[in-house]
């Protein structure tokens, strides 16, 4: 495992095990695994710690999960088309608030714009 992601796996797990889930109460209590917590305890980057691994890449895992929903959510934003907006709709033009509407001689409908 390249050492930056390593880095950030310890720093998601460390964060995570002091996060409070509730007023005086970490996450750190949530853990019923005996080996896990005893791994955690004596965990180093030289020795084999299998469990931390493998909670770390969890961590990971709900890291990823989340910035794919956050990616989503905009893409959805994204996809709002610009003439669909309020801007070009007829209403837009025939509210008298912000359009006035006159014709020309040749019978071709004229707006001007005020309070923008």
């Known amino acids: 495992m390249p050492k930056q992601i390593k880095d950030w796996m310890e720093g998601l797990i460390k ?43 969890v961590m990971v895992f709900r890291e990823s999960l989340h910035n794919i929903k956050v990616k989503s959510a905009k893409e959805t934003e994204k996809k709002r088309e610009l003439f669909n907006a309020p801007l070009f709709t007829k209403e837009w033009f025939n509210n008298s608030e912000y359009a006035e509407r006159s014709c020309s001689n040749d019978g071709i409908e004229i707006y001007t714009y005020n309070n923008l």
Request: charged share 35%; net charge negative.
């Open 15 to 57: 964060d995570w095990l002091i996060e409070e889930y509730a007023p005086g109460k970490k996450n750190l209590t949530k853990i019923l695994s005996e080996p896990l917590l005893e791994e955690l305890i004596s965990y180093n980057d030289k020795d084999n710690f299998d469990r931390v691994i493998a909670f770390g890449l």
